[in-house]
């Protein structure tokens, strides 16, 4: 072994580590830049190192600070322990990089020696892979700078100055550089080495590396290393590892093997790097990308990964997977009373409670908004997913406390089952959409498996959907007029609007499933004002043909009640139609006070005080009837049909009408009783003094120009 080859450290590959570090190295005398690496040109916009060698460091960095660095760069070379300031370094094409810069003496006796490092503040690069590439070519550079600036100097005290300076700029690197012989025994390490690993030179010289033992499983890691390097290449690679008090970090170590010129393997140099931030960079992105950030559940994307793969294993074992699509019925509400923040709380509870009714197999996965789904690999018995679906039910069921206030939510379930109701994993949560869509429509808070007649289902819900976009240019909308007798004068006195659609391509629609629809797409605002101002002119039609006064009464949806212009709407209805405000009825539902009863209240009470009759609608279905009765302007209240059609048959039912009458008549409200159909009916309602009847015992629905004639023909019958 020759002189330059005595020690680990020596310059005939540690000056090539200094080129292959991803920071700027550079070496200065009194300023003027002497040597410079690889990555220095880099941030130069790579010259030619002729380009910038000779150069004064300075000339480098942004001429507004440049007065300001230079007492810096003084203040840095006068210090023994250096200085680290943040600094804009220019490139030749004149961009500017903000960099960390560390000036750093290189020498006691000679003050004008100095080491710059510098590194990019905005994205740091890992320099192990870059440090294992040019060790050889740095040390010939800097040994030919040194013969060019002493030719005097014999070639053993260059080698020894050279070795003392590359010694100096590795024992500053914030990566740990370790030397090994041979047998893969330490003979050095740096201080950054003992800084991320924890063990001192003395705990580790004449061992082998501790980060040996953490290599991954079975030291896969570690075989690869010795194969690779067995083949004279250099190797890298990533593990966590152990510190010596024995906390985790990610290392990224790189090993390169060192030879003579001959090729004669010397020693081998590892460079490592503690990359645990950028892992657990990393793994935050991971998590981001595959996780909800309210339930913390699988999100979209890794919802379908999941399926797909549990699809494949469960077709291999020819076993079958069951998916639920759930969906929360009222959150909405809770989401806009009580505000996202509640809405993202509840959302959160409802993913623990979801996770709870599951196996440990299962995956619970949010999609979206207040949509759920569970995956349930490896079913041997279908009864399986009714157990866990009814279990859903019951758990969502439960109040939710949500900043101390009780919301109440339920759940819509559709269940498909693979392979039976699909392939793919798009196939299986369109036909879970679907069957929990038939859910919905059968009364919400219950579960519905898939069937393909749902899929026709759906398409209905399609064409309906596009066709009430274009119905009302194209006039299909109509509105029919049922009539209310009172039963005390035996006289028609009022009668209620309602909308009808005649659709070119689907015929007449029924408005139980077009009316829904109209609300979820916004549109029954719109198309509601056009049936209030529809009514009002109808109504002064029939008082313009000599009718006597009636008060026409109009269906109103909670979105209309929602909106901010909904009493100037009925305002310039009134005016425009020349109807007073008493031949208006406004018909609600308690569901719709529920939704913003504090603006209801403003509205209701606006229009109440202008002489519009307000109706609640469907009276009996709802939660809290009678605190509605007490808090609104209610002038009437309407008993829902569910309890007239069985009055003769079913005692329950006939006792709660008699209790509403009772109730309205202490109250003074009138009654009017929906649906009623026979003569039984109507004497049994006359026995309990109820005031109004509505029903097709009376009259069906009639378009304007049969509601004219009825009504004419009524007024000249009750004349006689």
Request: charged fraction near 25%; charge should be negative.
């Amino acid at each position: 072994m020759s002189d330059n080859q005595s020690s680990p450290l020596n310059g005939e590959w540690t000056w090539d580590i200094a080129n292959r570090v991803s920071v700027l190295v550079c070496v200065c005398r009194d300023g003027v830049i002497e040597f410079i690496n690889q990555a220095g040109l880099q941030v130069f916009g790579e010259p030619p190192p002729d380009n910038v060698i000779g150069r004064h460091f300075l000339e480098f960095t942004q001429n507004e600070y440049r007065e300001m660095y230079a007492e810096l760069f003084k203040e840095g070379m006068s210090d023994p322990d250096g200085l680290s300031v943040p600094m804009k370094l220019a490139a030749s094409d004149g961009t500017m990089q903000e960099m960390d810069v560390a000036f750093k003496p290189m020498h006691q006796a000679d003050s004008s020696l100095m080491l710059i490092e510098a590194q990019d503040i905005s994205e740091r690069k890992h320099a192990t892979t870059v440090l294992r590439r040019a060790y050889k070519d740095l040390e010939a550079r800097v040994a030919e700078r040194a013969q060019e600036l002493s030719q005097e100097i014999s070639e053993r005290r260059r080698a020894e100055a050279s070795l003392k300076l590359t010694a100096q700029v590795i024992s500053r690197l914030n990566e740990g550089v370790v030397s090994l012989d041979t047998e893969f025994h330490i003979t050095s390490v740096n201080p950054a080495f003992t800084r991320i690993t924890g063990y001192s030179e003395s705990d580790v010289i004449d061992c082998p590396p501790p980060f040996f033992d953490n290599m991954g499983e079975d030291n896969v890691l570690q075989r690869e290393m010795h194969e690779s390097l067995a083949a004279g290449i250099a190797w890298d690679g990533e593990f966590w590892d152990v510190t010596k008090n024995g906390t985790r970090y990610a290392a990224n170590l790189s090993v390169s093997p060192i030879g003579t010129e001959t090729d004669e393997l010397v020693q081998y140099a590892a460079v490592l790097t503690d990359v645990t931030k950028r892992k657990e960079d990393e793994e935050r992105i991971r998590y981001q990308a595959n996780f909800d950030v309210v339930t913390k559940l699988p999100n979209r994307a890794l919802f379908f990964d999941r399926l797909t793969q549990a699809i494949a294993n469960t077709g291999r074992a020819n076993q079958n997977l069951g998916l639920l699509f759930i969906d929360l019925d009222g959150f909405k509400l809770v989401n806009d009373t009580l505000g996202h923040d509640a809405g993202d709380d509840l959302l959160h509870q409802a993913g623990e409670r979801l996770q709870g009714c599951v196996r440990t197999g299962d995956t619970v996965a949010r999609l979206g908004g207040d949509e759920f789904t569970v995956i349930m690999p490896s079913l041997m018995d279908g009864r399986h997913i009714n157990i866990v679906a009814q279990r859903i039910l019951n758990a969502l069921s439960s109040p939710f406390e949500i900043s101390g206030k009780e919301a109440i939510v339920s759940a819509s379930i559709g269940i498909t089952i693979f392979p039976d109701d699909g392939q793919t994993p798009n196939d299986l949560l369109k036909n879970a959409d679907s069957a929990m869509y038939a859910a919905k429509e059968n009364g919400k808070a219950n579960f519905q498996f898939y069937t393909p007649s749902l899929n026709e289902e759906i398409r209905e819900r399609l064409s309906i959907k596009n066709g009430l976009l274009k119905a009302a240019e194209r006039g299909e909308f109509d509105v029919f007029y049922q009539p209310k007798l009172n039963l005390r004068t035996g006289k028609i006195d009022s009668v209620e609007a309602l909308m009808r659609w005649n659709s070119k391509e689907l015929g007449s629609v029924s408005p139980v499933r077009f009316i829904p629809m109209l609300e979820e797409s916004g549109m029954v605002v719109e198309v509601g004002e056009w049936v209030l101002q529809q009514a009002c002119k109808q109504h002064q039609s029939w008082l313009d043909a000599g009718l006597p006064p009636l008060r026409v009464a109009v269906n109103l949806s909670a979105r209309q009640l929602r909106e901010v212009s909904f009493v100037g709407v009925v305002q310039s209805a009134l005016s425009k139609s020349g109807v007073p405000a008493e031949g208006l009825e406004i018909e609600i539902t308690e569901s719709m006070l529920m939704s913003d009863s504090a603006r209801a209240v403003v509205a209701l009470e606006e229009l109440h005080e202008s002489g519009i009759h307000i109706a609640m609608d469907d009276f009996g279905t709802g939660y809290s009837s009678l605190s509605y009765l007490k808090q609104f302007p209610i002038d009437t209240i309407k008993i829902d049909r569910s309890f007239v059609s069985d009055i003769a048959t079913n005692a329950d039912d006939a006792e709660i009408i008699r209790t509403i009458i009772s109730m309205g008549r202490t109250l003074n409200r009138r009654v009017v009783a929906e649906g009623v159909e026979t003569r039984e009916q109507l004497e049994i309602l006359e026995s309990y003094q109820c005031d109004d009847i509505q029903g097709y015992y009376i009259s069906r629905p009639l378009p304007s120009d049969e509601a004219t004639e009825f009504l004419r023909e009524h007024f000249t019958e009750t004349k006689k």
